[in-house]
């Protein structure tokens, strides 16, 4: 595949996204007044959730809990929660942190999970930003150097943040995951207690002990799966998070 491209200054990649955040990028975010939203989903460690493409990007990504009597293996996604335009997006359709804009941003439009391949009908780019410009993929391979190293970065910044989010998240009370594939647990955090959290974690001031985590599934079948493998499965209906299901009703 031979691809070009060239950013056109349509902000369209700048509306109805959730950014992911490293670790820093989520303080600095939560310190200028932006909302962050917490993603998580998990998988099994019988595999359960997990496709076996994707074993290796899964595990290095994400961190062993339990969940009842179950072995788990949680991935926390902060993310910059955009619902409409980004709040840092001008009149002009202009970013006005561009300076220091998020390493996703940097990197669009390629994927940061190395199973999903660029594809350009799926993204908000115009027809005419893949019509020119300067060659973005030759011969399947990524030309640019620089972008490359950047994606490398941000895949390794998700690896080494894992732990931290966990204990962020238990400072937090967040404990309720989605099994992967079948869908994500959203919360909204206060933005305040998010920043506290951080703080506390990064600088090893205090952290919540290990609390075992639980599952949100989207259908009994499912849920009896997990339950099977000995895991701990949510009855409650949610209060503080949404379920995003990923399979059709």
């Not at 973005?136 to 190293?149: C, K």
């Not at 894992?162 to 937090?172: N, R, S, T, V, Y």
């Not at 992967?180 to 600088?203: C, H, N, R, W």
């Not at 075992?212 to 989207?218: D, I, K, N």
């Amino acid at each position: 595949m031979n691809t070009h491209f060239s950013c056109v200054g349509c902000g369209k990649c700048c509306n109805d996204h959730h950014v992911p955040l490293t670790l820093p990028e989520a303080r600095a975010w939560a310190a200028d007044g932006g909302q962050v939203i917490v993603l998580v989903e998990a998988f099994l460690g019988n595999g359960l959730g997990l496709p076996q493409l994707q074993r290796e990007h899964a595990l290095r990504r994400s961190c062993r809990v339990l969940s009842g009597s179950a072995e788990a293996y949680v991935a926390i996604t902060f993310a910059a929660y955009n619902a409409g335009p980004c709040r840092n997006l001008d009149e002009d359709l202009r970013c006005r942190i561009y300076e220091r804009r998020p390493l996703v941003c940097r990197i669009y439009p390629m994927e940061i999970n190395p199973h999903i391949p660029l594809n350009p009908l799926a993204k908000d780019c115009p027809p005419e930003s893949w019509e020119q410009g300067p060659q973005l993929i030759a011969a399947n391979e990524l030309v640019d150097g620089e972008l490359a190293a950047l994606i490398q970065r941000s895949r390794q910044a998700d690896r080494d943040d894992i732990q931290a989010k966990e204990a962020i998240c238990g400072l937090l009370g967040i404990r309720t995951a989605a099994l992967k594939g079948d869908g994500f647990t959203a919360y909204l955090p206060d933005m305040s207690a998010l920043a506290k959290a951080i703080d506390q974690v990064q600088s090893a001031v205090s952290a919540a002990p290990q609390q075992a985590w639980r599952f949100h599934l989207s259908a009994e079948e499912i849920a009896g799966q997990v339950l099977a493998a000995g895991a701990q499965v949510v009855s409650d209906t949610p209060l503080d998070y949404a379920f995003i299901p990923l399979r059709a009703a």
